[in-house]
């Protein structure tokens, strides 16, 4: 056990000095580099061992391997009868996934872009979200929506949303966006073990990234807490809050910050729905200024919550305008220099963290 | 003019098939009986009042065979949501019930026969006229009433209203708003039986507004392609809310429209012909996958309790429906004539069941409003511990268990 724990306060002193030392990737032997798309694979097939409830359906998920490769492996290992290609057709499937659940199943449910999960919202909501609240804990929905969320690279408008901010806002879900290897195999075992709808909002560009993970995370009993945030980078000056991808970003941000002398505390929220709010309002109190970033659309978006939040709960400790860091409020477009400035890059999260430390910045050219 | 159309065409006319055709017995079970007909073993056969049109299958035999104990359980259990129904009529007009009561008398038949063939292994699963499904299920007078009020003592517990009933331990998941969702989640709960190796199966209720659906016809699809045992229930009352099926479907032929999925077409006003057509479509379902049902009923009331039900239907269709094809009386006059019981025992148990209604009535109105806590309650299975607000989130919250 003291193994364990040694391994653990290793395994994050580590991270923490690899994230200083971002270009630096080889450590010592306590760490390993994971995929996050083996990560999301080896997570899947451990709670379907280990529960024979579980069973896994959406497009392509069997004979292709999946869409994305996620589910590699998983057909030949457990069969069709719980790895089950659906046809295209989302709001008939996720009924009966939901139906499933309703019985007492397990289902996992595989959206090939959360874009196509706006055809079977009305199940995820009014079927699955409001059910136990509904029937007063009769019925229970221990069912997880999972699959690539927000911007891809050049798939244009309408495979480009981020529904984070759609789905936190409903009682009865709970919403997860996992950015590094840990993230996902901790949360999305954990997703699979909670006896309530979890949606699981994972990120494409990611599925291709590594990140070392600890002995204790490719641990078959490894589980993360659903609710807590991660603290990435410790800092002093500015709270930066995001998650899944733009976690990579806000860390990359902090890298540059530190050379100018701002002292940033990075935030993974690992959990939108229910969100960390103490985490947050913890650091802002330490910090006193606080950038929320995320790749969605800014009206009515996560950041608005945690702005609100932290105006309702820690207003004395502000020193600054809390800033937000968005998606641009248009549909996605396709030419690549306009994806480039309709999604948050590094410099705008360097730029709003300068101006919540009243760091002159020169003005931009109005439009 | 809608109305119009009713009158002349061949539907009103679909709509009034008079009872008389049931009433063919053999003629040797003539003889007295006293009131332990209950206890009487007899079995005896009884013609469908029409036969069985099928589609993509071989229909079953208009011969059913009953016993006197389920002919009187099932005056009995008609009677019972008869009553009951027209007993929520009175409590909404009295501001009792808020919201939305959709009443289901007239249709008690397809209640009562489907639960005569079935377990409460198998699932049901309906849409939010299910106030006579729940009881069907082994829900009680007192939890309806309750329910309907808001209170404690409701089935679910005063917070999900008429609409959202549900008894898990006896097979039945709701009870839901959202017009077909409740198709593809039958289909899931078959899934489920199928996966669980139960050996039973799911009765997915919906009516000829839903029918067009299309997640209905998706869920369709891919129960066929994967052999769940799911049959498909069309309550075919003839209108979609105010809209007639003729103007809301180019085929108004529900049991054909499953295309490569047989399907019966099913008199939904006699109980005998519903039990006979759902033991069928249990056997199939097990063995061959999804059957659509059509049950050709009636609903007297509107829609809702909103809805008066007379401006897209004549006052003459709706009583002319209740003189010819009513179950209740159907099943009455089968009683009678099968000498069974007498019409005074008959009416005696009537008043018997007018009797506790009215107490399970005054009991729910006993009940006292859910606990303010309540709010915040089963909004998660496991809360985690995370704080839910109210309105004024200084003034009011929880921490989610």
């Given at each position: 056990?003291?193994?364990?724990?040694?391994?653990?306060?290793?395994?994050?002193?580590?991270?923490?000095?690899?994230?200083?030392?971002?270009?630096?990737?080889?450590?010592?032997?306590?760490?390993?580099?994971?995929?996050?798309?083996?990560?999301?694979?080896?997570?899947?097939?451990?709670?379907?061992?280990?529960?024979?409830?579980?069973?896994?359906?959406?497009?392509?998920?069997?004979?292709?391997?999946?869409?994305?490769?996620?589910?590699?492996?998983?057909?030949?290992?457990?069969?069709?009868?719980?790895?089950?290609?659906?046809?295209?057709?989302?709001?008939?499937?996720?009924?009966?996934?939901?139906?499933?659940?309703?019985?007492?199943?397990?289902?996992?449910?595989?959206?090939?872009t959360?874009?196509?999960?706006?055809?079977?919202?009305?199940?995820?909501?009014?079927?699955?979200?409001?059910?136990?609240?509904?029937?007063?804990?009769?019925?229970?929905?221990?069912?997880?929506?999972?699959?690539?969320?927000?911007?891809?690279?050049?798939?244009?408008?309408q495979?480009?949303?981020?529904?984070?901010?759609?789905?936190?806002?409903?009682?009865?879900?709970?919403?997860?966006?996992?950015?590094?290897?840990?993230?996902?195999?901790?949360?999305?075992?954990?997703?699979?073990?909670?006896?309530?709808?979890?949606?699981?909002?994972?990120?494409?560009?990611?599925?291709?990234?590594?990140?070392?993970?600890?002995?204790?995370?490719?641990?078959?009993?490894?589980?993360?807490?659903?609710?807590k945030?991660?603290?990435?980078?410790?800092?002093?000056?500015?709270?930066?809050?995001?998650?899944?991808?733009?976690?990579?970003?806000?860390?990359?941000?902090?890298?540059?910050l530190?050379?100018?002398?701002?002292?940033?505390?990075?935030?993974?929220?690992?959990?939108?729905?229910?969100?960390?709010?103490?985490?947050?309002?913890?650091?802002?109190?330490?910090?006193?200024?606080?950038?929320t970033?995320?790749?969605?659309?800014?009206?009515?978006?996560?950041?608005?919550?945690?702005?609100?939040?932290?105006?309702?709960?820690?207003?004395?400790?502000l020193?600054?305008?809390?800033?937000?860091?968005?998606?641009?409020?248009?549909?996605?477009?396709?030419?690549?220099?306009?994806?480039?400035?309709?999604?948050?890059?590094?410099e705008?999260?360097?730029?709003?963290?300068?101006?919540?430390?009243?760091?002159?910045?020169?003005?931009?050219?109005?439009? | 003019?809608?109305?119009?159309?009713?009158?002349?065409?061949?539907s009103?006319?679909?709509?009034?098939?008079?009872?008389?055709?049931?009433?063919?017995?053999?003629?040797?079970?003539?003889?007295?009986?006293?009131?332990?007909?209950?206890?009487?073993?007899?079995?005896?056969?009884?013609?469908?009042?029409?036969?069985?049109?099928?589609?993509?299958?071989?229909?079953?035999?208009?011969?059913?065979?009953?016993?006197?104990?389920?002919?009187?359980?099932?005056?009995?259990d008609?009677?019972?949501?008869?009553?009951?129904e027209?007993?929520?009529?009175?409590?909404?007009?009295a501001?009792?019930?808020?919201?939305?009561?959709?009443l289901?008398?007239g249709?008690?038949?397809?209640?009562v026969?489907?639960?005569?063939?079935?377990?409460?292994?198998?699932?049901?699963?309906?849409?939010?006229?299910?106030?006579?499904t729940?009881?069907?299920?082994?829900?009680?007078?007192?939890?309806?009433?309750?329910?309907?009020?808001?209170?404690?003592?409701?089935?679910?517990?005063?917070?999900?209203?008429?609409?959202?009933?549900?008894?898990?331990?006896?097979?039945?998941?709701?009870?839901?708003?959202?017009?077909?969702a409740?198709?593809?989640?039958?289909?899931?709960?078959?899934?489920?039986?199928?996966?669980?190796?139960?050996g039973?199966?799911?009765?997915?209720?919906?009516?000829?507004?839903?029918?067009?659906?299309?997640?209905?016809?998706?869920?369709?699809?891919?129960?066929?392609?994967?052999?769940?045992?799911?049959?498909?229930?069309?309550?075919?009352?003839?209108?979609?809310?105010?809209?007639?099926?003729?103007?809301?479907?180019?085929?108004?032929?529900?049991?054909?429209?499953?295309?490569?999925?047989?399907?019966?077409?099913?008199?939904?006003?006699?109980?005998?012909?519903?039990?006979?057509?759902?033991?069928?479509?249990?056997?199939?379902?097990?063995?061959?996958?999804?059957?659509?049902?059509?049950?050709?009923?009636?609903?007297?009331?509107?829609?809702?309790?909103?809805?008066?039900?007379?401006?897209?239907?004549?006052?003459?269709?709706?009583?002319?429906?209740?003189?010819?094809?009513?179950?209740?009386?159907?099943?009455?006059?089968?009683?009678?004539?099968?000498?069974?019981?007498?019409?005074?025992?008959?009416?005696?148990?009537?008043?018997?069941?007018?009797?506790?209604?009215?107490?399970?009535?005054?009991?729910?109105?006993?009940?006292?409003?859910?606990?303010?806590?309540?709010?915040?309650?089963?909004?998660?299975?496991?809360?985690?511990?995370?704080?839910?607000?109210?309105?004024?989130?200084?003034?009011?919250?929880?921490?989610?268990?």
């Amino acid at each position: 056990m003291l193994g364990t724990l040694r391994q653990k306060i290793l395994g994050q002193s580590l991270q923490r000095t690899r994230s200083a030392a971002s270009a630096l990737r080889s450590y010592s032997s306590a760490a390993k580099e994971m995929m996050v798309r083996d990560a999301l694979n080896s997570a899947l097939d451990e709670e379907m061992s280990a529960d024979p409830k579980v069973f896994l359906m959406g497009e392509e998920v069997g004979e292709y391997q999946g869409a994305y490769k996620i589910s590699k492996g998983l057909l030949e290992k457990y069969g069709p009868e719980r790895v089950l290609d659906t046809p295209i057709t989302e709001a008939g499937f996720t009924g009966i996934g939901v139906g499933a659940a309703y019985y007492g199943l397990r289902p996992i449910v595989e959206f090939m872009t959360f874009n196509f999960s706006m055809q079977a919202i009305d199940h995820i909501i009014n079927s699955a979200a409001k059910s136990n609240y509904m029937s007063s804990g009769q019925i229970s929905v221990p069912i997880v929506f999972r699959g690539p969320n927000g911007a891809a690279a050049g798939v244009g408008a309408q495979h480009s949303q981020c529904y984070a901010a759609w789905y936190a806002a409903c009682p009865g879900l709970k919403v997860l966006c996992p950015y590094s290897s840990e993230d996902a195999r901790g949360l999305l075992k954990a997703a699979i073990r909670d006896p309530d709808p979890v949606v699981f909002l994972e990120n494409e560009l990611l599925y291709g990234e590594s990140f070392p993970v600890s002995a204790e995370v490719l641990d078959s009993s490894f589980c993360l807490p659903i609710g807590k945030a991660k603290i990435e980078r410790e800092g002093k000056d500015v709270t930066i809050t995001a998650f899944s991808k733009m976690v990579g970003y806000a860390l990359k941000a902090a890298e540059i910050l530190a050379k100018e002398g701002i002292s940033a505390e990075v935030i993974n929220l690992r959990s939108i729905r229910p969100l960390d709010r103490s985490t947050i309002n913890a650091s802002v109190r330490k910090t006193n200024r606080l950038i929320t970033v995320e790749e969605g659309f800014p009206q009515h978006g996560v950041g608005a919550e945690i702005c609100t939040s932290v105006i309702e709960e820690s207003f004395g400790y502000l020193d600054a305008p809390v800033e937000r860091i968005a998606g641009a409020d248009v549909p996605m477009p396709y030419a690549a220099n306009l994806e480039r400035m309709a999604v948050p890059q590094v410099e705008d999260i360097v730029r709003a963290a300068k101006r919540a430390c009243y760091r002159s910045v020169p003005l931009a050219a109005a439009a | 003019m809608a109305l119009l159309h009713l009158t002349s065409s061949s539907s009103r006319s679909n709509l009034l098939k008079p009872i008389s055709a049931a009433l063919s017995y053999s003629p040797s079970l003539r003889r007295s009986i006293s009131s332990s007909a209950a206890d009487d073993s007899r079995t005896f056969t009884i013609e469908t009042s029409l036969p069985f049109t099928a589609h993509q299958c071989n229909p079953p035999s208009r011969s059913v065979d009953t016993n006197p104990k389920e002919l009187l359980t099932f005056f009995r259990d008609m009677a019972t949501m008869r009553r009951m129904e027209i007993a929520a009529d009175s409590l909404y007009k009295a501001k009792l019930i808020r919201g939305f009561c959709h009443l289901y008398d007239g249709q008690e038949a397809v209640a009562v026969g489907m639960e005569a063939s079935i377990t409460k292994k198998d699932s049901i699963i309906t849409a939010y006229r299910d106030h006579c499904t729940f009881l069907g299920r082994g829900g009680t007078l007192l939890e309806i009433f309750s329910e309907l009020m808001g209170r404690q003592a409701g089935c679910s517990k005063g917070k999900g209203g008429s609409m959202h009933f549900y008894k898990k331990e006896a097979g039945f998941y709701g009870g839901h708003g959202i017009v077909g969702a409740q198709v593809p989640l039958g289909c899931g709960l078959a899934f489920a039986q199928k996966y669980s190796k139960d050996g039973t199966v799911s009765f997915a209720l919906y009516g000829d507004g839903a029918a067009n659906q299309g997640q209905l016809f998706e869920a369709l699809n891919i129960s066929a392609l994967w052999d769940l045992p799911v049959i498909l229930v069309c309550e075919n009352n003839h209108y979609g809310m105010g809209t007639a099926e003729w103007r809301a479907a180019k085929s108004p032929s529900y049991y054909k429209r499953g295309d490569y999925v047989p399907g019966l077409k099913v008199d939904g006003m006699d109980v005998l012909a519903v039990k006979q057509a759902c033991k069928f479509a249990k056997e199939h379902a097990l063995k061959n996958g999804p059957i659509i049902l059509e049950m050709d009923t009636y609903r007297y009331h509107g829609h809702s309790m909103s809805d008066p039900g007379s401006t897209y239907r004549t006052r003459d269709e709706i009583s002319g429906v209740r003189q010819e094809r009513d179950p209740v009386e159907r099943v009455r006059k089968l009683v009678l004539s099968h000498d069974l019981a007498t019409e005074k025992e008959l009416k005696d148990l009537e008043k018997e069941i007018r009797k506790q209604v009215d107490e399970a009535i005054a009991q729910a109105k006993e009940s006292p409003m859910p606990e303010p806590s309540e709010l915040f309650s089963n909004v998660y299975a496991k809360g985690l511990g995370v704080e839910a607000f109210g309105p004024d989130r200084k003034e009011l919250r929880a921490v989610l268990p």
